[in-house]
């Protein structure tokens, strides 16, 4: 026989037979044996002695309360004991109480043989869990250890940043002064308190719970562009990393603030005045793309080939002027989390008609075939139409720019179960693989031979993804370079 110590089990079972031959299997193996013939008498014991018991034996055809109340009374007092139920056939109860928390099921016709595979089986189980709550206990001590040695904490207290450590369970365990006095906090009030409770910000415990739990897409966000969380009035930028012990197991979580709510302030203050200046210059530059497109049209009279050259060219500058200024503009708006402004019932294949007709221009002068398919059932969606026109007119205009001459663009709208799948299909000149994981990210632009010529802000996908995320959609793109590229919204009906 595989087990040495024993354990205590209770028994419970209001049939005699099977009642005497549980207690002599087990006593023979020199486990301790306790017997009750009822849920309540079984209640009894194990509140009058907790502990005393650690696998119960439990059968599910008893009178009166069931087995499967017993088994949901000790989990909700979060009682350490296995529970092994035992059943004439372990059918539909047997399975219920699984799901209650039992840990297996034995049928009452077993052979001696069959007892002691399932009954070892739950020793096992038994101390491993047992083992686990002790391994769990010893993490957070050597923790808790780390607060109370005094070179540490000067060497802590020198920091300028505010410097926070949780345990596994996101008890803070270590604060600096700093930590403090940027949260307002005392050690008293924070100690051994949870982070949530002493610093109000569910993004900043997200990051604890991530760094905790090892999440690996928490290492790359800390290594680049360290988040700024919002506290209350305070602007701090953090990083949090897990600690580790020695085998490698996240034992807590240490997290560096550095304030910056003046340079946010700052930043705020430079980010107005670009939305301003933005705003300011779109009404002249609108203007100056008319009175050249008149002059170009021949309405101020006849221009020589050098001239209407000339002014195509200003033209086209003046054009992705007015696209930059407006991408700015969009994009300090959802900067600030406006990127949607009213929601309403739209009609998605309306806009999208409308939009490809507008944009249908440019492609002529590029001599670019545009096919635009729109599924007659569409369901009905709600959102917010300047959004929803931003991504149809960004996604279209880009694959408009980025196919060379004589290319072709498909544009179309269907559903897909209980979304609306939007999907721009271009041949042009495509995305290298290097750079598909950074189209999304604001301001950047792909520097190649064949785009240099080609104006743009780098905003333009920045802004989709900030309306599609606003909308509780996805947004994916594949691509090739030099063969094509598609880019597939999704947005569910009902945002
Ligand atoms: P931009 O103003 O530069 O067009 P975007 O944010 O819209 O900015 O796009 C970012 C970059 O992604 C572009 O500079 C371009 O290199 C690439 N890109 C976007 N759409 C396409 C496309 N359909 N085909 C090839 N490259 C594209």
């Known amino acids: 026989m595989l087990i040495k110590s024993s354990i205590n089990i209770l028994v419970v079972e209001n049939d005699i037979t099977v009642l005497q031959k549980c207690r002599e299997l087990l006593v023979n193996e020199g486990h301790r044996v306790r017997t009750a013939e ?3 008498e079984a209640l009894a014991i194990v509140q009058k002695q907790p502990g005393e018991v650690d696998i119960m034996l439990l059968s599910l055809e008893l ?9 949901n009374v000790l989990q909700k007092a979060k009682r350490e004991i296995l529970i092994m139920t035992m059943s004439a056939n372990c059918g539909e109860e ?4 699984v799901h209650a928390g039992a840990y297996d099921c034995i049928r009452k016709t077993f052979t001696a043989d069959r007892f002691w595979t399932k009954i070892n089986r739950a020793i096992e189980a038994f101390r491993l869990r047992r083992q686990l709550g002790v391994l769990t206990r010893q993490r957070q001590a050597v923790l808790s250890e780390v607060g109370h040695d005094e070179n540490l904490s000067a060497i802590l207290q020198s920091f300028t940043d505010g410097l926070v450590v949780t345990d596994w369970q996101t008890n803070i365990v270590l604060l600096n002064e700093n930590a403090a006095s940027l949260f307002d906090l005392t050690r008293e009030k924070a100690l051994g308190h949870p982070i949530s409770d002493c610093i109000k910000s569910d993004e900043l415990l997200s990051f604890f719970m ?50 910056v709510t003046s340079i946010s302030a700052m930043a705020k203050l430079r980010d107005d005045f670009l939305s301003m200046v933005s705003h300011e210059l779109k009404a002249p530059l609108s203007s100056l793309l008319m009175q050249i497109s008149v002059v170009l049209d021949g309405l101020a009279g006849d221009l020589s080939a050098k001239q209407s050259d000339l002014l195509g060219k200003a033209k086209e500058k003046t054009k992705g002027m007015i696209t930059l200024v407006n991408d700015l503009l969009d994009y300090r708006r959802i900067q600030e989390g406006k990127s949607i402004q009213k929601i309403e019932n739209l009609d998605m294949a ?32 709600t959102g917010d139409r300047g959004g929803v026109e931003a991504i149809f007119v960004n996604l279209i205009s880009n694959a408009i720019k980025y196919t060379p001459k004589g290319g072709n663009v498909n544009v179309t709208l269907n559903k897909a179960g209980k979304e609306i ?21 604001k301001f950047y632009r792909i520097k190649t031979e064949e785009t240099r010529s080609i104006s743009g802000s780098g905003l333009g996908l920045s802004i989709v993804k900030g309306i599609v995320d606003a909308h ?23 945002a």
Request: proline share 5%; charged share 30%; aromatic share 4%.
């Open 350 to 381: 309306e806009i999208l008609r409308r939009t490809a007709e507008l944009m249908r221009l440019s492609a002529e002068e590029k001599e670019i075939t545009m096919s635009c398919d729109i599924a007659e059932e569409l369901p009905s969606f």
């Open 38 to 40: 009822s849920v309540e």
């Open 210 to 259: 991530r760094a905790i739990k090892s999440d690996s897409s928490l290492a790359p966000l800390m290594a680049g562009e360290e988040p700024v969380v919002k506290v209350g009035e305070r602007a701090v930028r953090v990083h949090v990393d897990p600690v580790k012990n020695e085998t490698g197991t996240a034992i807590g979580a240490a997290c560096l603030f550095h304030d």
């Open 63 to 71: 009178p009166g309360w069931g087995g499967l109340t017993l088994i």
């Open 472 to 494: 509780n959609g996805s947004i994916r793109v594949e691509s090739e370079a030099g063969k094509g590229t598609t880019f597939v919204v999704s947005l569910p009906s009902e």
């Open 421 to 441: 799948r939007f999907r721009v299909v271009d041949n042009g000149m495509g995305i290298p693989s290097e750079d598909i994981d950074r189209i999304f990210d």
């Open 94 to 97: 047997a399975i219920e109480a």
